[in-house]
């Protein structure tokens, strides 16, 4: 089982960057995916999650509008779209997945994180 996080990099703020988060070794389609940061110092956060039950997407406060989670099936691969970042976005992220619930992406804009992570990708961003 695999996660591999790749798309992260320096860039501007204002700028642009789209993570992506490979999944093999588990049937994709049933489980939940989410994306988290963790900023030197501070605790992880959730940022996004993907429902598998019904699609459904939900995004931290401080990213909402500004972030977009998709997924391809097909490819087995999460994708999280970040648009005029902010130095405070400056963290490293990482894609988790859990076996699909049917409620808590949806009721609390993350995923438990208890199957599977991936190993993390940087993001700073400067100002």
């Known amino acids: 089982v695999q996660l591999v996080e790749s798309g992260g990099g320096l860039v501007q703020a204002g700028g642009s960057l789209r993570l992506s988060c490979a999944a093999s070794?588990?049937?994709?389609?049933?489980?939940?995916i989410g994306w988290f940061r963790q900023a030197p110092g501070k605790e992880r956060e959730g940022v996004s999650c993907l429902s598998s039950s019904d699609g459904s997407t939900r995004y931290a406060d401080s990213v909402k509008g500004r972030f977009t989670i998709s997924s391809d099936n097909a490819k087995s691969t999460v994708y999280l779209q970040m648009n005029n970042l902010k130095p405070e976005d400056t963290a490293v992220y990482y894609c988790a997945a859990d076996w699909r619930s049917y409620y808590y992406c949806s009721a609390y804009g993350v995923i438990r994180g208890d199957d599977y992570w991936g190993q993390g990708t940087q993001v700073t961003v400067s100002s």
């Open positions: 070794g588990f049937t994709f389609d049933d489980y939940d």
